[in-house]
């Protein structure tokens, strides 16, 4: 089992930064990808950013230039450093990883709020 622990989200004004984190425990040796997904009441969750172990990132267009993925691997954290923050990215915001053996492991959700 692994178990994922979120923080850094709240409530900012349009234009401000929020990083997240989210620390790996457990079973962490066979993660290869972690990564935060998103979602709003009433939409499908929506996958923001991810990034593999070799260091390999890949974000949805919306936030691509303004956030930033990134991994500790020694401390088992990814990081999401959100700049230039809009009334859109509100949600709540999800870790999640991926091991060899395909089982996905996610964390509780942390809120971020841009106000306008």
């Known amino acids: 089992q692994v178990q994922l622990a979120e923080s850094g989200g709240g409530l900012v004004q349009a234009g401000g930064s929020l990083r997240l984190s989210c620390a790996a425990s457990?079973?962490?040796?066979?993660?290869?990808?972690m990564g935060w997904y998103r979602q709003v009441p009433g939409k499908e969750r929506e996958l923001v950013a991810r990034?593999?172990?070799?260091?390999?990132?890949s974000y949805v267009d919306s936030v691509k230039g303004r956030f930033t993925i990134s991994r500790d691997n020694a401390k088992n954290t990814v990081y999401l450093q959100m700049n230039s923050l809009k009334p859109e990215d509100t949600a709540i915001y999800y870790c999640?990883?991926?091991?060899?053996?395909?089982?996905?492991?996610w964390g509780q959700g942390t809120q971020v709020t841009v106000s306008s």
């Open positions: 457990g079973r962490t040796l066979n993660i290869y990808r």
């Open positions: 990034i593999s172990s070799s260091g390999s990132t």
């Open positions: 999640y990883a991926l091991n060899t053996d395909g089982f996905d492991y």
